[in-house]
């Protein structure tokens, strides 16, 4: 469809008409005539502006100091990070990120080179001849009597002998030790489990683990023994123990290399010695494996010279290498991500990918870009230039911002993605990046203003450009002349096209799912089976802003209110809710939707009846909390519902029974806040659910709520709305906290402009939505959406809702490209 004018909101066809007038009142007055008068006032509205937005200028920099980031040296880009964090005042937070998957990952390529007889150093030979080769740091993790073995040899060698050739290890074991028990107690070292327990060999194996002093062997011969027969039960608890069998062996391994225990290999960094073993880190860095596999000179050597690293870098590897674990933090990451590339560390790479990801912020995103653009990473170049689009007002406060390249910064200024509050504060980011450097730039600020979208501004807006291009006048003794190409843009070109509106389209969506209509004759309210999602978010004059709503299918059944709605692994999953206004009007059924297959499944029902309950994601388990299960009768129960077998199962109760409370997960834990009590009062409570321990109670909200939301963002939690107690009846809660875990506590921020009772809301590239609900002092529909912007503390109108206002259900879904085109 054709983005033309005649499809926009009625909220801009309004404001188009007041600019369209004023611009052409500012015409016929002669443009630039009124400026002198308005002169002292515009110049205290940009000092105030500066002041907000924390510029100075820089009129000190060294000359083409504005390519920092541009440089085509991949190193040079890495000491310009070091550099600009070390200069940084912020808080440097050391993050530890894990890979859950790295145990099962490392121990495969163990024992691939187990298989193909690759760097084993270790012989064992039985008494009837049989000989097999292995891996002594992986044998002496299980084994007591190997780890005593190379502990006694680790003891005889000392520093002096780093010169020497890699020598094989040969033991011979007792008699009792055959080589049916021997190959089996191996394929528990390399594997976590055995798989040749029977009748005949099950002696062998006892005896194997027993003269190799391995107890976690005799552990599972005996549990095998006490399970013989046990079907799939057994098969089930065999794969769950060779996970954490293998993590065990794994943790040992990390022992040995503390205690220097088995280490064959000694790495020299300009004098900084470190002891390991040269199997381990062939299995966690492709660089490692083909030094020690490929015939090179350093594949029989005990000492290597590595004088182009950094200790510090390598030593965190390392560690990563027997752990699985990285600590990172802002002030280390571009090295050790940069140690790993050249190292091909695999895992530790991804952890540090995962960390930049994860723990990007508006003081780093450009890094992070200029460091995906050096390495050639495509996918975290797209999520770093998404992140700068996303949090522009941000980001452009950043003394990071100062130094980008004028070419850099206006393709960022002519992306339709660009998110700001309004066009003015791309003019001001402008203004900021040349003031930084004035001298060097001023010649490239017209290009750069051919950035801003002038007809996007109000007449309002537009009197501070006037100012400003004063302000620059004064610079070098330079003239600059940006008003009149400005104004000329500005009073005869208005927003009518897609071509000046700001155009956003999130790669996650908000869905709304059906909801209700409040009317005062309960025979015209009709509850809604609709689908509807935001496919685009679009940026106006001034202000103004709209979200394009499409809609995309119906539920099947009855419709829904007071319902439950969720998100998991990509599908949309409904339940509950009610379906019209009776007494037996709730439900209990389940649904799910796959946008892929466009298609519906009908899922087991839930054990209650449930409306006005939450529902929360937590390991990949649905949980529906609380709620009325008929009038006026509320619930404590919670109930689970497990994909993998499509059931539903009671887990711990709540302390008391809850309907209209808010429930969100932050950090892995559960949080429950306000709600009705049994005796529909609403309540200041905060608590920590756990299914299995129940409830933990925290500090009280300042203000009582019930249905309201609450949301997650940037480690704490956002309440908004709702409705509070008021002697007998009820009143609209327009205050808003927010709850920081850590502390404990609750600080408030803006309230909200209009009333939001039993409004949806959802989190989308890290602003708060509030979505429909009603008043309820006049039981009013509020259809607007509004939106909580972090930067500026202020709640933006999104406009309005395409259907259904109250009682609505939201998440977050990513919808087929079809559907989006």
């Not at 105030?48 to 820089?58: A, C, F, I, K, Q």
């Not at 549990?223 to 799939?232: D, Y």
């Not at 203004?431 to 309002?460: C, H, K, N, Y």
Request: hydrophobic share 35%.
């Amino acid at each position: 469809m054709e983005f033309t004018r005649r499809h926009l909101p009625m909220e801009w066809e309004e404001q188009w008409r007041r600019e369209k007038e004023r611009r052409k009142r500012v015409i016929e007055e002669g443009g630039e005539e009124g400026m002198e008068q308005d002169k002292h006032e515009l110049r205290r509205i940009v000092a105030y502006n500066d002041s907000r937005m924390g510029l100075t200028s820089r009129r000190g920099k060294k000359q083409g100091s504005e390519d920092t980031l541009s440089g085509t040296s991949q190193e040079g880009i890495v000491q310009q990070m070091r550099e600009d964090t070390c200069g940084d005042e912020r808080l440097d937070d050391v993050h530890t990120y894990r890979s859950e998957i790295y145990p099962k990952e490392v121990f495969m390529a163990l024992k691939e080179f187990w298989d193909s007889s690759l760097l084993t150093d270790l012989t064992l030979t039985t008494d009837n001849g049989y000989s097999f080769d292995a891996h002594s740091p992986i044998l002496a993790a299980v084994s007591s009597f190997i780890r005593e073995t190379l502990r006694d040899e680790s003891g005889e060698r000392s520093e002096n002998d780093k010169d020497v050739e890699v020598q094989k290890r040969s033991v011979s074991l007792s008699p009792e030790v055959d080589h049916v028990g021997l190959q089996a107690v191996l394929e528990f070292a390399y594997t976590g489990a055995v798989s040749s327990f029977n009748s005949d060999s099950m002696a062998s194996i006892m005896a194997a683990a027993q003269a190799l002093g391995i107890p976690r062997v005799l552990d599972l011969c005996n549990k095998e023994e006490r399970m013989k027969g046990g079907g799939s039960s057994k098969q089930e608890e065999q794969t769950i123990s060779a996970l954490e069998q293998i993590k065990n062996t794994l943790q040992s391994i990390k022992q040995l290399w503390a205690d220097r225990v088995g280490c064959d290999l000694i790495l020299d960094v300009d004098g900084t010695l470190f002891h390991v073993h040269r199997v381990i880190l062939a299995a966690s860095s492709d660089y490692f494996r083909g030094m020690f596999t490929c015939g090179m000179r350093e594949s029989h050597q005990t000492c290597i010279a590595l004088p182009f690293l950094s200790p510090s870098e390598l030593e965190a590897l390392i560690s990563c290498s027997y752990s699985g674990t990285l600590p990172l933090s802002w002030d280390c990451i571009f090295e050790i991500s940069c140690t790993a590339l050249q190292l091909q560390f695999q895992p530790a790479l991804s952890l540090c990918l995962d960390f930049m990801r994860q723990e990007m912020e508006a003081s780093s995103c450009l890094d992070v870009a200029s460091f995906a653009e050096a390495y050639e990473m495509p996918e975290l170049l797209e999520e770093a230039n998404d992140f700068v689009l996303r949090n522009f007002w941000e980001v452009s406060a950043t003394s990071k911002f100062q130094d980008l390249p004028a070419e850099k910064l206006l393709d960022i200024l002519r992306c339709d993605d660009l998110c700001v509050p309004s066009e003015l504060a791309v003019f001001r980011a402008v203004i900021s990046w040349v003031e930084a450097d004035p001298e060097e730039r001023l010649g490239q600020a017209g290009v750069l203003m051919t950035g801003v979208r002038f007809p996007l501004m109000t007449f309002r807006e537009f009197r501070e450009v006037r100012a400003i291009n004063l302000r620059l006048e004064c610079f070098g003794n330079k003239e600059v002349e940006l008003y009149g190409s400005a104004l000329k843009e500005f009073a005869f070109s208005l927003p009518e096209t897609q071509d000046l509106c700001r155009v956003r389209r999130p790669k996650d969506t908000l869905v709304v799912v059906g909801g209700d209509q409040l009317n005062p004759d309960m025979g015209q309210r009709i509850p809604s089976r609709e689908l509807w999602f935001a496919n685009s978010l679009r940026s106006g004059t001034g202000l103004v802003k709209v979200m394009e709503w499409r809609r995309f299918g119906e539920m099947p059944d009855k419709p829904k209110f007071r319902h439950g709605v969720a998100a998991m692994v990509g599908r949309l999953y409904v339940f509950g809710g009610c379906y019209y206004y009776c007494k037996d009007d709730m439900m209990k059924s389940t649904y799910s939707y796959d946008p892929v297959q466009d298609s519906w499944k009908r899922l087991a029902d839930m054990q209650e009846f449930r409306s006005n309950f939450s529902v929360v994601v937590q390991d990949q388990r649905l949980y529906a909390i609380g709620g009325d299960k008929e009038i006026n009768t509320n619930l404590d129960s919670v109930e689970m519902y497990n994909p993998d077998n499509d059931s539903w199962s009671f887990v711990q109760p709540l302390d008391q029974a809850l309907s209209g409370h808010a429930a969100t997960v932050i950090d892995g834990g559960i949080y429950i806040s306000g709600g009705f009590n049994c005796k529909y009062v609403c309540l200041v409570s905060m608590f920590l659910y756990h299914p299995e321990r129940g409830t933990t109670y925290l500090a009280d909200m300042t203000h009582d709520r019930a249905q309201h939301c609450m949301e997650p963002l940037r480690g704490r939690l956002y309440v908004a709305g709702g409705v509070c107690n008021l002697r007998t009846f009820y009143t609209d809660q327009q205050a808003c906290e927010v709850y920081d875990p850590v502390a404990d506590s609750w600080t408030a921020f803006t309230s909200l402009p209009v009333p939001h009772v039993g409004a949806a809301s959802a989190v989308l590239e890290g602003k708060i939505y509030v979505l429909g609900g009603y008043c309820q002092d006049d039981y009013s529909e509020s259809g607007l959406v509004h939106r909580f912007e972090p930067s500026t503390q202020r709640w933006e109108n999104m406009g309005k809702l395409p259907g259904a206002v109250t009682d609505i259900r939201v998440c977050l879904l990513r919808l087929p490209q079809h559907f989006r085109l």
